[in-house]
Every structure is written in C-alpha cells, then in structure tokens.
C-alpha cells in the first residue's frame, strides 16, 4: 500500500467515525425527548359533570415544558370539546410530578360510558401531543404509541430502574 492510500484509508475510517458518533448522539437525543413526558389519567365526577385528573411527569432533568390545551375527540378524531384555560400556561419543571385535579367539566358528556369512548390530547406550548385513552374510573389511561415509542419507553424504565442517568444535558 502506497504512502497516499494509507492517508487516503486512516481519513475515510476517521470520517466514518465521526459520522458513527454524530449518529449515535442523535439517537440518544431523540430517545432522550421521545420519553421525557409521561402522563396518565382517569375520569371522576360530580352527579354529571365529568371531568379527568391528569397525572403529567417531566422526566427531563433540565427542560421545562408548558402546557397548551387540552382537546377531547370522539372515535373518528372529531373534537368533541377543547379545554383552553384548565392547563393554560401551567410549567413543567425538570423532574416534578404535577397531578392536575382542579380540570374543568367536558361538555357534551353526560355519562361514563361516554368518558371512555373519548380521546383525551394534552398539547404542549411547543406542539407536541400525547393521545390518552382511558380503560375506566380509578385506572390510569394508557398512551397511545407506536411500537418504536413503546420501546422507548421500557428501555427508560428498565434504565431508570437500574438507577442509571443517560440524561446527557
């Protein structure tokens, strides 16, 4: 092998390195704020009013996140109600657990089986949403994710378990 295809091979396999690295950060950043926020819910009520008790984690150990709105949609994704003032501007701090009872009333459901059948969406300020649906009362919902996402998140859990941090920021 010549002088110049030894210089040539030593700077393809470093840049291939680099690419390999770059990569691998990016995976664990995306992993990082794919699992970050965890929510889960249930429905209680007065006479006919009902309304859900959202319990929202931020698992981020340095971002805050705020809460949009709230939207509740039937089975064929038609809002049936969208909640701006419950959650309105309401911080998520790295690393709190926040349980938000004080949700006001959903309109147009005047029974449980009618709860279940709904769709609730938290959005966040930055856009993105998390769909919830409920199983009944007294039992937290369960996100609705595909099956990389479902992943994801045992994988945290299996970490967070291990009482190892992956939280690079």
């Not at 040539?8 to 664990?28: E, Q, R």
């Not at 609730?120 to 649906?133: A, Y």
Request: glycine residues 6%; proline residues 2%.
């Amino acid at each position: 092998m010549t002088f110049w295809r030894e210089v040539g091979a030593g700077f393809l396999s470093n840049l291939f390195a680099a690419i390999l690295l770059v990569i691998c950060y990016v995976a664990v950043q995306w992993f990082l704020h794919a699992t970050d926020i965890l929510i889960g819910y249930n429905w209680s009520w007065k006479g006919s009013d009902f309304h859900p008790n959202l319990d929202i984690r931020n698992r981020s150990k340095s971002r805050s996140y705020i809460v949009a709105n709230i939207a509740y949609k039937n089975a064929n994704a038609a809002p049936v109600w969208i909640d701006n003032r419950s959650l309105w501007s309401k911080e998520l701090k790295p690393g709190s657990i926040n349980l938000f009872n004080d949700v006001v009333t959903v309109k147009n459901v005047d029974s449980l089986q009618e709860c279940l059948q709904i769709r609730v969406v938290v959005r966040l300020q930055t856009g993105r949403e998390f769909w919830l649906t409920g199983h009944g009362p007294g039992q937290d919902g369960s996100v609705v994710m595909t099956r990389v996402q479902r992943l994801a998140f045992a994988f945290r859990n299996f970490l967070e378990r291990g009482s190892l941090s992956i939280d690079l920021n």
